[in-house]
C-alpha cells in the first residue's frame, strides 16, 4: 500500500534505500536476509553490494536474473498480466497455471492467495518488472560468500526448480531444500517452511 514510485528504478537503487533504512533504525549488527522471488533479486543485489551487512541469506523461489532459465510462455504473459490481482475470477483461473504446486490441487489453497493478495498501482507494477530488465547476479555470485539457504519448488511454472540448482552451484556455501510444491510454498507450506528456515538461522 506504499504510494506509486515517481519513475522507474533500478534493484541496486532499492539495496541502497534498504542500507539507508538500516542505518535510519540505526541497526549497527549483522542481518539475516530472505528474498522470495522478485525479492530474491533484491536480496542478491543488497548481499553483492553490502556484504558486510549480512550474516546469513536465504533465497527461495527465485532466480539470478538473466539468463534466468524461464517457465513456458503462456505462463510468463500471465504473470505480466496485472489483471490478475484486479479479477478475482481471473486469478482463480489463472493461477494454478501460474504457480503450480498445491494451487493445482487444492480450491482452498487458491482462496486462501486470492484472499490475502493485494495489487499496487499499475504503473509500480510495470516499474517493478522494468526493474529487472537487464540484470543479473551471475557474474557476483562468487562473491556471495554467507551461508545460504535455497529454497525452491518441485513444481513451479513461473520460476523452474533447475534456476535452483544453478545458485546452488555457484554460491559457495548454498544448502539446496526442494520442496514438493510450486511457487507459493512459503504460503501453502508455511509451518514446515519456517521450521526450515528457522533450522538454518539457529546453526552454528
Known amino acids: 500500500k506504499s504510494p506509486p514510485p515517481s519513475g522507474p528504478y533500478r534493484?541496486?537503487?532499492l539495496a541502497k534505500l534498504a542500507e539507508l533504512l538500516l542505518q535510519e533504525l540505526g541497526v549497527e549488527e549483522q542481518c539475516d536476509v530472505m528474498g522470495v522471488s522478485w525479492?530474491?533479486?533484491?536480496?542478491?543485489?543488497?548481499?553483492?553490494?553490502y556484504p558486510h551487512?549480512?550474516?546469513?541469506?536465504?533465497l527461495a523461489a527465485t532466480a539470478m536474473g538473466i539468463p534466468m532459465l524461464p517457465g513456458r510462455p503462456s505462463v510468463l504473459v500471465k504473470m505480466i498480466d496485472p489483471r490478475r490481482y484486479f479479477d478475482g475470477k481471473y486469478m482463480a483461473r489463472v493461477a494454478p497455471q501460474i504457480y503450480?504446486?498445491?494451487?493445482?490441487?487444492?480450491?482452498?489453497?487458491?482462496?486462501?492467495?486470492?484472499?490475502?493478495?493485494?495489487?499496487?498501482?499499475?504503473?509500480?507494477?510495470r516499474?517493478?518488472?522494468?526493474?529487472?530488465?537487464?540484470?543479473?547476479?551471475?557474474?557476483?555470485l562468487w562473491r556471495i560468500r554467507q551461508p545460504t539457504l535455497v529454497l525452491a519448488g518441485t513444481d513451479d511454472p513461473l520460476v523452474p526448480l533447475i534456476n535452483a540448482r544453478v545458485h546452488a552451484a555457484l554460491l559457495p556455501h548454498a544448502r539446496l531444500v526442494e520442496i514438493d510444491d510450486g511457487h507459493l510454498f512459503l504460503m501453502t507450506r508455511a509451518e514446515?517452511?519456517?521450521g526450515i528456515v528457522r533450522e538454518f538461522l539457529d546453526a552454528a
Open 192 to 194: 514446515s517452511t519456517a
Open 100 to 125: 503450480g504446486g498445491d494451487l493445482r490441487r487444492d480450491p482452498d489453497a487458491i482462496e486462501m492467495f486470492i484472499a490475502h493478495a493485494r495489487a499496487g498501482s499499475k504503473r509500480g507494477y
Open 53 to 58: 551487512r549480512i550474516r546469513r541469506l536465504i
Open 39 to 49: 525479492g530474491g533479486g533484491l536480496a542478491q543485489q543488497f548481499a553483492i553490494s
Open 127 to 140: 516499474y517493478q518488472l522494468m526493474a529487472m530488465a537487464g540484470w543479473s547476479s551471475l557474474p557476483w
Open 11 to 13: 534493484l541496486r537503487w
